[in-house]
């Protein structure tokens, strides 16, 4: 096993480790705002839409 030679070694491993987990987080955050935000527009368009019994399709 290798030691670190410098002093501030296991401080260098915590913040690598505490901004993996910032960045994870911040992640998991943007990913849930952006499913949110296409789900709302699947609800507008959806709602846009004609019903299906009022089509105004006429029959030949």
Do not use: C, E, Q, W
């Not at 690598?16 to 368009?45: D, E, H, K, P, Q």
């Amino acid at each position: 096993m290798i030691l670190p030679r410098k002093k501030g070694g296991a401080l260098d491993v915590g913040f690598y480790y505490m901004a993996n987990s910032m960045g994870r987080l911040i992640g998991t955050v943007l990913s849930g705002l952006a499913s949110s935000l296409f789900l709302l527009a699947t609800m507008v368009i959806s709602t846009a839409l004609p019903a299906h019994g009022n089509a105004n399709i006429s029959p030949h």
